[in-house]
């Protein structure tokens, strides 16, 4: 009996371990493998949403540079129809200019707003560069762990079709016909959930394809799953950290200093500003009699200054700037505690997959091998059906399928720790 069993196949449904390194060994004879890290750097290059970010960030760098620039001066020219007659001759036009030049101080607080926005813009770009991450890792190991099922129940098929052969021997020879029936509906079963499991894979292929805008065949063939366990940090050190290094949360926190700085800049409205003049007077020429400086054109410097009277106006700009300073702050303790609650979701998930990958590697999977073992052997002797070995079989795919579950569960939980605190080492 046990000559009709493919020892390869019993050893790779065993071993988790053992699946692992048939995979690689079976990536390294074809396609090369495609890491995380690849299909991470593959997706930030081609995602048109990161690139506009970027030319956000190098736009509002521009702005730090136009913050202390003087407004442009004003060339005016005025034009008499009909002269003006005057002591040293005519006046025929008057030439213009001037430059306005804001209270000092407010260069200051326009530049302190462009550099905050710059520093705000610059960390919304690192986070949907970690938000993209997230998702990327989410769809691969998914797909990994797809990957791995196919795998496991593959080879569970193929333990099937060879117990069949041998149970359709016995029916031929006056065996019980229902063992065969149930063995092939068995056989169907199983089919049916190869099938699903290819139509998620073709899903989530073409999902991780579109965000690597590649094509499909491009991400066929993924590295194998990563069955590691990672030194664990404690839920408050994470919170601790998160709340110092995550690029979401510093970004808000600019936009509360950016709207400190703008209601400073509301407040000095009521300063005024200064404009400086100079104009220059075309005389024509001068009349018989004039006095020695006739025909010579004067000029003169002017100095004005704004008068901000309307504190009506000032006093609402205050205000209004106020109330998005508060409005700024009550957002970033709301995003906190929303963090913190997906914070604590994947933590609680990290663990608990963590625990399952310990169970079902250390004690369940054992278990139901030797269990498979010795029911092949009963049914070997006659003393157990066909259906006992059935339910072995299944039971040691059940628990093969949870403990890869269980693996991606907690890779994919990591990486969606990392999107939340930043990128730190690890967690």
């Not at 302190?112 to 986070?127: F, M, Q, V």
């Not at 025909?295 to 504190?311: K, M, R």
Request: hydrophobic content about 40%.
């Amino acid at each position: 009996m046990h000559s009709t069993y493919d020892s390869l196949s019993r050893w790779l449904l065993r071993s988790p371990s053992l699946l692992c390194c048939a995979s690689l060994v079976f990536a390294g004879a074809g396609l090369e493998a495609l890491s995380l890290t690849e299909a991470q750097a593959r997706a930030g290059a081609a995602n048109p949403g990161l690139r506009a970010l970027s030319e956000r960030v190098d736009a509002y760098a521009e702005r730090v540079e136009q913050s202390t620039t003087l407004p442009d001066p004003k060339l005016q020219l005025t034009y008499f129809g009909e002269s003006v007659q005057t002591r040293t001759g005519p006046q025929e036009a008057i030439y213009s200019i001037s430059q306005s030049i804001p209270w000092f101080t407010k260069f200051g607080r326009r530049k302190d707003i462009a550099r905050s926005d710059t520093s705000a813009a610059a960390l919304s770009y690192r986070e949907a560069i970690l938000r993209l991450d997230n998702e990327v890792a989410q769809a691969y190991y998914e797909a990994a762990y797809l990957e791995k099922a196919l795998e496991s129940t593959l080879a569970s098929r193929d333990l099937l079709e060879d117990l069949e052969a041998v149970v359709d021997a016995k029916v031929r020879g006056g065996g019980d016909l229902n063992q065969l029936l149930r063995l092939s509906v068995e056989l169907e079963r199983t089919e049916d959930k190869l099938a699903r499991l290819e139509q998620q894979k073709v899903t989530i292929a073409a999902r991780l394809s579109a965000l690597l805008d590649a094509p499909v065949e491009a991400v066929d063939e993924l590295a194998p799953l990563d069955s590691d366990i990672w030194r664990d940090t404690e839920l408050l050190s994470l919170q601790e950290r998160m709340l110092l290094e995550s690029p979401e949360l510093q970004s808000r926190q600019q936009s509360i200093e950016s709207a400190d700085y703008r209601a400073d800049l509301a407040k000095l409205k009521r300063y005024p500003d200064l404009t400086l003049g100079l104009n220059y007077i075309q005389v024509g020429d001068p009349v018989v009699g004039s006095p020695s400086d006739g025909g010579v054109d004067p000029w003169s410097v002017t100095l004005a200054i704004s008068l901000p009277l309307w504190e009506g106006n000032t006093r609402s700009e205050i205000r209004e700037a106020y109330a998005m300073r508060r409005s700024a702050e009550a957002s970033y303790q709301d995003r906190v505690l929303q963090l913190k609650a997906e914070l604590s979701e994947a933590v609680a998930r990290r663990n608990e997959a963590k625990l399952r990958m310990a169970r079902y590697d250390e004690r369940l999977l054992p278990l139901a091998n030797q269990a498979l073992e010795n029911t092949q052997a009963g049914y070997t002797s006659g003393r157990l059906s066909i259906l006992d070995l059935i339910d072995s079989e299944r039971s040691v795919l059940d628990l093969q399928l949870n403990y890869w579950r269980a693996v991606a569960d907690y890779n994919q939980s990591l990486s969606k720790i990392r999107a939340l605190v930043g990128p730190t080492e690890t967690f």
